[in-house]
């Protein structure tokens, strides 16, 4: 399909503004692929007798960092990206359903750093 020529308008802002044909519709993905760590968190039953199911989500750096500070560095800054990620994802998981709920805590287990989830019982709602 060829496109619609556009017409010249003005600049406003070093930008030039012009007109055209309007923008293709969104698509979006049906049935697209869970991440393995969605699928595990929303695999994890729910606390019983005082057992919370958990479990561990290691975080790396290239092995091309070398400096120990700075791998240091590396490590912190992917582990806090790697919790807001999955933060999000118990987020959305919870939002579709009240009776699930994460806790999420950055841990240093032997010599790795990473992210443990835990599956803890819902919060009442607060008015």
Known sequence: MAKAPQ?????VGGFQISFGEAPPEVVRRVGA????????MKAMPAPQNGKIAQFFVP?????TITDPTEREK?????????SNRLSGIA????KGDDSVNFALRTKK???????RVYRIAPVAATA
């Not at 017409?7 to 600049?11: D, I, L, V």
């Not at 987020?91 to 919870?94: P, Q, S």
Request: charged fraction near 30%.
């Open 7 to 11: 017409t010249q308008g003005t600049t």
């Open 33 to 40: 692929a869970t991440s393995p760590v969605a699928e595990a």
């Open 59 to 63: 975080v790396s750096v290239p092995d």
């Open 74 to 82: 590396a490590l912190k800054e992917e582990a806090r990206k790697t």
């Open 91 to 94: 987020r959305r998981i919870a």
């Open 109 to 115: 287990e032997g010599d790795e750093i990473g992210i």
